[in-house]
Nanobody, 117 residues
Framework: QVQLVESGGGLVQPGGSLRLSCAASGFTFSSYAMSWYRQAPGKERELVAFISSDSGSTNYADSVKGRFTIFRVNAKNTVYLQMNSLKPDDTAVYYC??????????WGQGTQVTVSS
């Protein structure tokens, strides 16, 4: 049974930091590219960060470049999103995604991140 379980969300003040985790099971994690997406109320889901299966390639949305870092530990079947210098505009539900050769997609249930004073 495939599972992607996100954790680490919560309420943080502007300028603060959070680290999201996504624990994977039920598939060969090291073969899948992993991404973080987010969806704010009334907005479409958007790609935040991407990392290839071997961590050789990463990409970020312009809005988070220099503030967010995606990394993975294949031995732990886990992908992370380190979020620094958080802004109110970063408030959203954050979703973990696993993709294999554009043919297979798995999604987590999401974790809420709220940036507010």
């Amino acid at each position: 049974q495939v599972q992607l379980v996100e954790s680490g969300g919560g309420l943080v003040q502007p300028g603060g930091s959070l680290r999201l985790s996504c624990a994977a099971s039920g598939f060969t994690f090291s073969s899948y590219a992993m991404s973080w997406y987010r969806q704010a109320p009334g907005k479409e889901r958007e790609l935040v960060a991407f990392i290839s299966s071997d961590s050789g390639s990463t990409n970020y949305a312009d809005s988070v470049k220099g503030r967010f870092t995606i990394f993975r530990v294949n031995a732990k079947n886990t992908v992370y999103l380190q979020m620094n210098s958080l802004k109110p505009d970063d408030t959203a539900v954050y979703y973990c995604n696993a993709r294999y050769r554009s043919a297979i997609n798995y999604w987590g249930q999401g974790t809420q991140v709220t940036v507010s004073s």
